[in-house]
């Protein structure tokens, strides 16, 4: 019998990994708190392996990333039906829709950009917010996601192109936003 | 060697997305996982004691073990009075007219076996069915018993 209050700290250890994994890939906390549960409960089965292992947060990283693509999975042709969305002729990305900044004197606090950054990727369509976050935070090849995704590596390249994109552009804004901040400031009357 | 801006870009970004901070976890999901694992550890509730099955699964079986009593009850009594069952049987093949053969079979059947062997027949088709229950029963635990361990 697995002493409770051990598996207890092991999870108070890792649980906003888990869970940010899972809300990064998601992009919806219902979801995202369904998985993060699942990989707990088949943590505890095999928490004698796990217990001192330095190897767990991997593991839990790996099973975490797998039941949110097999939950992903059942929206499948939702994605595909989005993503050729994008690729219609008026050449406009269905991205385009992401969260403006607002313009002002916060704009350029740094907790303040993360924020937006973290708002602009979940509100990212999943064809590109899944393919973006296992590039830059589970950090598989593309190769890899191709190989996860069930696409072609091609299909990769262009979504995580696009999501790059899109994120940049609310940066930018961001930093817009800042420097139109500065320049009223420069051009306040003393 | 300059690199280029979708480079800079994809470095840029990764540096500014590496810098966020992990999500707060709910506050309610450590409980959740330790009640699931609680439920999960006191088994499936039919291999519980009948008192913590789910109430409608309780009133079902309540329901059909009197029906099974009842029916039982019912047998013995017919077999008990089987001068009855023959005369009846004569009475239902004149009646029915197409199951006259039928019910002189019978009539005949009630007359020639006697009615121990009856009751014996008829008590080891109700222990044979007890004993398909519980031998499906141990069988049912032992796999999803050997299925939960692997």
């Known amino acids: 019998m697995t002493d409770t209050s051990e598996f207890e700290a092991f999870m108070r250890r890792h649980q906003d990994m888990v869970y940010s994994v899972a809300l990064r890939i998601l992009a919806r906390e219902a979801d995202a708190a369904d998985v993060s549960q699942e990989v707990f409960l088949r943590a505890h089965a095999r928490f004698a392996e796990l217990r001192d292992n330095e190897r767990a947060p991997g593991w839990l990283k790996t099973v975490t990333r797998n039941l949110c693509l097999n939950h992903l999975e059942r929206y499948r042709a939702r994605w595909r039906f989005f993503s050729e969305l ?58 890899d ?38 320049r009223d400031t420069l051009s306040t009357p003393t | 060697m300059h690199p280029e801006p979708e480079d800079k870009l994809a470095a840029a970004l990764h540096h500014e997305l590496r810098q966020l901070p992990p999500h707060r976890a709910p506050t309610d999901l450590l409980p959740r996982v330790l ?41 013995g009594l017919v077999l008990l009075n089987l001068d009855s069952l023959v005369g009846f049987a004569g009475s239902a093949s004149q009646a029915l007219g197409v199951f006259g053969a039928l019910g002189n079979s019978l009539s005949l059947l009630g007359r020639a076996v006697p009615t121990t062997a009856l009751i014996a027949v008829g008590a080891l088709l109700v222990a044979s069915y007890l004993c398909a229950i519980a031998l499906g029963t141990v069988f049912v635990r032992c796999t999803l018993q050997r299925h939960q361990t692997l």
């Open chain 2, 35 to 75: 009640a699931a694992i609680a439920v999960a550890e006191r088994g499936a509730w039919w291999e519980r004691s009948w008192f913590e099955w789910p109430r409608a699964i309780r009133q079902l079986a309540g329901a059909a073990t009197g029906v099974m009593v009842a029916t039982l009850a019912g047998v």
């Open chain 1, 145 to 182: 996601i191709a190989q996860q995704l069930r696409v072609s590596l091609g299909k990769v390249k262009t979504d995580i192109h696009r999501g790059r994109d899109a994120l940049s552009r609310v940066l930018q804004l961001s930093a817009e936003g800042e420097l139109t901040t500065r």
């Open chain 1, 86 to 143: 994008d690729n219609a002729d008026t050449g406009e990305p269905f991205s385009a829709s992401l969260p403006a900044p607002v313009a002002d004197s916060s704009a350029h606090d740094v907790e303040a950009r993360r924020a937006l950054l973290e708002r602009a990727l979940q509100s990212l369509p999943a064809h590109q917010r899944v393919p973006l976050v296992l590039y830059h935070f589970e950090e598989l090849s593309y190769e």
